[in-house]
């Protein structure tokens, strides 16, 4: 089953890339996916850029709205996402409870619906 | 149920299923008679049956019904229908119900519906709820646990003493749901009682030397042992001190204290066994005066450790005025009335109205009663509180 993680943060500004944090920072997620990929599960991850970065679209009655900002104004800053092929949820649970961001934020842990093989429902690839 | 519920992978149809094959059998067998393996019959077709809806479902491919079938079975433990499997896969779907990614407020209604096979009628009634409301509980857990794919599967032994904690509270709130003072119907609230001890020996048996586990059945029986006393002809609350003792039901306590020496014989104390063992002191006392309180007010020490909660505190420092006197544990019950979450409680001004009670202070008795009814108590209580107050102002 997939499962994708929605990787919450403070809202805060991230540290500099360059400085200890920022270092340190990437330290603990590169240990974390490593050993997502080590165990076959790991399908995709990313860092996002924030919030302020991002665009919202709605089309409604033919006409294109773009929002400045994110999509939901909420405290804590959607900040990167993980995808995993796994077991089930226990697994995914325990993946989950090891990525930087179950300390320091929240992780939400969303199962992918599962669409068969040749349904056209499916992406193809 | 059990054994339907992981070869399918979704418990609702799960539980169609096997409703389809008792009828089918209900119809069937009184004609043609009974099945060599009867069990093995019904399994097989409330399998049949189930596999059939998941196709038919216009929600859901045949591929993807069959892929979640396969992948319930290949999650499995080969063994067919054999007793170490028949065990497994009732444990996996109590583990289930009671798993952490579910609400906790729905963990013991699902259990009651799945693992027990209550009406959901009774559990509304017994959770003061409109049956609407419960069922439409009972079908969003039932679709989390089959969308997010919490697995029917007994964990690996690495992580069964972890899960198995809250398999045991929601036992132990199932029990508490029919033993505390409540409006509702009585039998329902009985019904309870018996479901939680039926857990809880289901639970010993399948996962036996587990001390906890026997700890938590042995504080059920000595508990439930004292039922018949706890409600006098009348209907109101007999507290433990002027119960009947010869009402006691013997027997469920020597089951109990052989299961607590059982589990203390582990070496390996917790909770539940210290809980029992409370429950132990009053029920091997042949009277009220017999009780050996000091040893009681040592045990809720000890439970302190494992449970520290105000609730412990409180019942340690009323042990403690019964084994050192009123004015030792009133003391106790001041600090602890300190805490502003615990002063909500009745229970806790109940306890204080007694003591100061005994040691003569009756206006802050009644006072302390006063605040005891303020914080509206159940029905019972609420006569039992009433009653003491006119004694009190005579």
Same mark, same amino acid.
């Given at each position: 089953?997939?499962?994708?993680?929605?990787?919450?943060?403070?809202?805060?500004?991230?540290?500099?890339?360059?400085?200890?944090?920022?270092?340190?920072?990437?330290?603990?997620?590169?240990?974390?996916?490593?050993?997502?990929?080590?165990?076959?599960?790991?399908?995709?991850?990313?860092?996002?850029?924030?919030?302020?970065?991002?665009?919202?679209?709605? #089309?409604?009655?033919? +006409?294109?709205?773009?929002?400045?900002?994110?999509?939901? +104004? @909420?405290? +804590?800053?959607?900040?990167?996402?993980?995808? @995993?092929?796994?077991?089930?949820?226990?697994?995914?649970?325990?993946?989950?409870?090891? #990525?930087?961001?179950?300390?320091?934020?929240?992780?939400? #842990?969303?199962?992918?619906?599962?669409?068969?093989?040749?349904?056209?429902?499916?992406?193809?690839? | 149920?059990?054994?339907? !519920?992981?070869?399918?992978?979704?418990?609702?149809?799960?539980?169609?299923?096997?409703?389809?094959?008792?009828?089918?059998?209900?119809?069937?067998?009184?004609?043609?008679?009974?099945?060599?393996?009867?069990?093995?019959?019904?399994?097989?077709?409330?399998?049949?049956?189930?596999?059939?809806?998941?196709?038919?479902?216009?929600?859901?491919?045949?591929?993807?019904?069959?892929?979640?079938?396969?992948?319930?079975?290949? !999650?499995?433990?080969?063994?067919?229908?054999?007793?170490?499997?028949?065990?497994?896969?009732?444990?996996?779907?109590?583990?289930?119900?009671?798993?952490?990614?579910?609400?906790?407020?729905?963990?013991?209604?699902?259990?009651?519906?799945?693992?027990?096979?209550?009406?959901?009628?009774?559990?509304?009634?017994?959770?003061?709820?409109?049956?609407?409301?419960?069922?439409?509980?009972?079908?969003?857990?039932?679709?989390?646990?089959?969308?997010?794919?919490?697995?029917?599967?007994?964990?690996?032994?690495?992580?069964?003493?972890?899960?198995?904690?809250?398999?045991?509270?929601?036992?132990?709130?199932?029990?508490?749901?029919?033993?505390?003072?409540?409006?509702?119907?009585?039998?329902?609230?009985?019904?309870?009682?018996?479901?939680?001890?039926?857990?809880?020996?289901?639970?010993?048996?399948?996962?036996?030397?587990?001390?906890?586990?026997?700890?938590?059945?042995?504080?059920?029986?000595?508990?439930?042992?004292?039922?018949?006393?706890?409600?006098?002809?009348?209907?109101?609350?007999?507290?433990?001190?002027?119960?009947?003792?010869?009402?006691?039901?013997?027997?469920?306590?020597?089951?109990?204290?052989?299961?607590?020496?059982?589990?203390?014989?582990?070496?390996?104390?917790?909770?539940?066994?210290?809980?029992?063992?409370?429950?132990?002191?009053?029920?091997?006392?042949?009277?009220?005066?017999?009780?050996?309180?000091?040893?009681?007010?040592?045990?809720?020490?000890?439970?302190?450790?494992?449970?520290?909660?105000?609730?412990?505190?409180?019942?340690?420092?009323?042990?403690?005025?019964?084994?050192?006197?009123?004015?030792?544990?009133?003391?106790?019950?001041?600090?602890?009335?300190?805490?502003?979450?615990?002063?909500?409680?009745?229970?806790?001004?109940?306890?204080?109205?007694?003591?100061?009670?005994?040691?003569?202070?009756?206006?802050?008795?009644?006072?302390?009663?006063?605040? !005891?009814?303020?914080?509206?108590?159940?029905?019972?209580?609420? !006569?039992?509180?009433?009653?003491?107050?006119?004694?009190?102002?005579?």
């Amino acid at each position: 089953m997939r499962y994708l993680f929605l990787l919450y943060g403070p809202d805060e500004p991230l540290p500099a890339p360059g400085s200890p944090a920022g270092q340190q920072m990437i330290h603990e997620w590169r240990a974390a996916t490593d050993a997502m990929a080590r165990a076959g599960v790991l399908i995709d991850c990313g860092p996002l850029q924030p919030p302020a970065t991002a665009t919202t679209v709605q #089309v409604r009655d033919g +006409e294109t709205l773009l929002t400045d900002g994110p999509a939901a +104004e @909420i405290k +804590e800053q959607f900040g990167g996402y993980t995808l @995993i092929d796994c077991a089930d949820l226990d697994e995914a649970l325990r993946w989950a409870a090891t #990525v930087p961001a179950a300390f320091n934020g929240k992780v939400e #842990v969303r199962p992918v619906v599962q669409i068969p093989a040749g349904d056209p429902a499916r992406a193809p690839g | 149920m059990a054994t339907v !519920a992981r070869l399918v992978g979704d418990l609702a149809v799960a539980e169609d299923g096997v409703q389809d094959a008792c009828a089918a059998a209900l119809r069937q067998w009184p004609a043609g008679g009974m099945p060599g393996n009867p069990r093995a019959w019904l399994i097989s077709v409330a399998r049949h049956k189930a596999t059939d809806r998941l196709r038919r479902d216009s929600r859901r491919g045949a591929k993807e019904a069959e892929a979640a079938r396969d992948g319930a079975v290949l !999650a499995s433990p080969p063994g067919g229908l054999d007793w170490a499997s028949r065990a497994d896969d009732e444990l996996a779907l109590i583990l289930a119900c009671c798993h952490p990614a579910l609400d906790p407020a729905v963990r013991v209604p699902l259990t009651l519906r799945t693992v027990c096979g209550l009406a959901t009628a009774d559990i509304a009634a017994a959770f003061l709820v409109p049956e609407p409301t419960m069922a439409q509980r009972l079908v969003r857990a039932k679709r989390k646990i089959r969308d997010a794919g919490i697995p029917l599967r007994v964990p690996p032994p690495a992580e069964l003493p972890d899960r198995l904690g809250g398999v045991l509270r929601v036992v132990y709130l199932v029990f508490t749901a029919g033993h505390k003072p409540a409006s509702g119907d009585t039998l329902v609230r009985a019904g309870l009682c018996e479901q939680a001890i039926r857990l809880a020996r289901a639970l010993a048996g399948l996962v036996p030397g587990d001390p906890e586990v026997a700890g938590l059945l042995a504080l059920l029986l000595l508990t439930d042992a004292r039922r018949a006393a706890r409600i006098s002809d009348t209907g109101d609350l007999v507290l433990l001190a002027d119960q009947d003792r010869s009402r006691w039901d013997r027997a469920k306590i020597a089951d109990g204290e052989a299961m607590l020496a059982a589990a203390l014989r582990t070496g390996r104390p917790g909770r539940y066994q210290l809980q029992a063992a409370i429950a132990a002191c009053h029920s091997c006392a042949g009277s009220a005066a017999e009780t050996d309180w000091r040893e009681i007010a040592a045990l809720y020490g000890e439970l302190l450790r494992y449970e520290p909660t105000p609730v412990v505190a409180a019942n340690r420092a009323a042990a403690v005025a019964m084994a050192d006197g009123p004015a030792a544990g009133l003391a106790m019950l001041d600090v602890v009335s300190a805490d502003r979450q615990l002063a909500r409680w009745p229970q806790l001004h109940i306890a204080r109205a007694e003591l100061l009670g005994r040691l003569g202070r009756s206006a802050d008795a009644v006072a302390a009663y006063r605040t !005891a009814l303020d914080l509206a108590p159940a029905a019972p209580e609420r !006569a039992f509180i009433t009653s003491r107050i006119e004694e009190l102002s005579r």
